[in-house]
Nanobody, 122 residues
Framework: QVQLVESGGGSVQAGGSFRLSCTASGYTYGIPFRGWFRQVAGKGREGVGG????????FYAASAQSRFTISQDNDKNTVYLQIDSLKPEDTAMYYC???????????????WGQGTQVTVSS
């Protein structure tokens, strides 16, 4: 059982940046992958990217590779999502998830955080 808590969101004008955090607690053995997802109102949850926490290898959706960077601090059991050059279309609820696989599909993930809202104004 993994518990996840996201933080770092807020409101910003276009062109700004955010660094979102996801801190895990509980039993994480065997669930080494952390995914970042976002959900726009009225749309489904889409994958942004993820990280294999043991080795640090990252993976991204093709649309996210330019402005999104995922990193981690294992001492704090925390993964980060850096979003640069924010655009209004980035406005969404951002979630982190813990899972067994490196996938951009939300279905296989086992545990989810409560989400943190990012709002970008033009």
């Amino acid at each position: 059982q993994v518990q996840l808590v996201e933080s770092g969101g807020g409101s910003v004008q276009a062109g700004g940046s955010f660094r979102l955090s996801c801190t895990a607690s509980g039993y994480t053995y065997g669930i080494p992958f952390r995914g970042w997802f976002r959900q726009v109102a009225g749309k489904g949850r889409e994958g942004v990217g993820g990280i294999y926490t043991t080795g640090g290898r990252t993976f991204y959706a093709a649309s996210a590779q330019s402005r999104f960077t995922i990193s981690q601090d294992n001492d704090k059991n925390t993964v980060y999502l850096q979003i640069d050059s924010l655009k209004p279309e980035d406005t969404a609820m951002y979630y982190c998830a813990a899972g067994r696989f490196s996938t951009l599909s939300h279905t296989p993930y086992d545990s989810w955080g409560q989400g943190t809202q990012v709002t970008v104004s033009s």
